[in-house]
């Protein structure tokens, strides 16, 4: 005699169905965790990006990057000068320096 099922319980389709209700509580609470990881991510960056602006608004007057871009860009074209002014300032002593040995040598 075959004993019949008719409301299907325990067929593969049930099984199935478990499963697939595991993994998908698996992802809830995986994503749930990402969530709460990302939302503390966001509340200490949000944190150190003001601290950020209030330091750089005390250091250069503005917080602002387009404006701090163009004050970056102004002591890089000062740093240059300042260097190319050292550069030939040294240049020069050298070449006296040079100019006295040779100097010197001629004499003896």
């Known amino acids: 005699m075959t004993h019949s099922n008719p409301n299907n319980t325990g067929t593969t389709r049930d099984v199935q169905l478990e499963r697939e209700l595991a993994e998908l509580r698996q992802d809830y609470e995986r994503l749930r965790e990402q969530r709460?990881?990302?939302?503390?991510?966001?509340?200490?960056?949000?944190?150190?990006l003001e601290g950020l602006k209030a330091q750089a608004l005390a250091e250069y007057g503005t917080s602002d990057p387009e404006e701090l871009q163009l004050l970056l860009d102004e002591k890089r074209k000062e740093n240059e000068r300042l260097v190319a002014t050292y550069r030939k300032h040294v240049q020069q002593i050298q070449a006296d320096l040079s100019a006295v040995e040779n100097s010197l040598e001629q004499a003896d």
Request: aromatic share 0%; net charge negative; proline share 0%.
């Open 36 to 48: 709460v990881r990302t939302e503390q991510d966001i509340t200490h960056l949000t944190g150190q």
